[in-house]
């Protein structure tokens, strides 16, 4: 699996967010996003979502940085071409 493919069933399975920013990890891929209804303001802050993609099982479920090994999240790259 690729980033575009986790992109791709993350956004199916939620239309109603706007993804902000992707992380590819050595077993998941995470999702930053925002529901789409809301706009950001500058120096504003909301609550966001993360959301993780299975590489293996493709099951998508909220994430958090420590549902991974540490060396695992240090090790994250973000996606610049996930859309």
Known sequence: MV???AYNLFTDKY???DV??????DSVFVFNAKPKNVHLKENGTI???S????KK???IKAFQPFFIPIEEY????E?????
Do not use: A, H, M, Q
């Open 20 to 25: 902000l920013t992707g992380y590819e990890f």
């Open 74 to 77: 240090r090790n994250g790259k």
């Open 3 to 5: 980033g575009k493919e």
């Open 15 to 17: 239309p109603n967010l």
């Open 57 to 59: 099982t493709c099951e």
């Open 47 to 49: 609550f966001d979502y």
């Open 51 to 54: 959301f993780s993609v299975d």
């Open 79 to 83: 996606i610049k071409d996930f859309k």
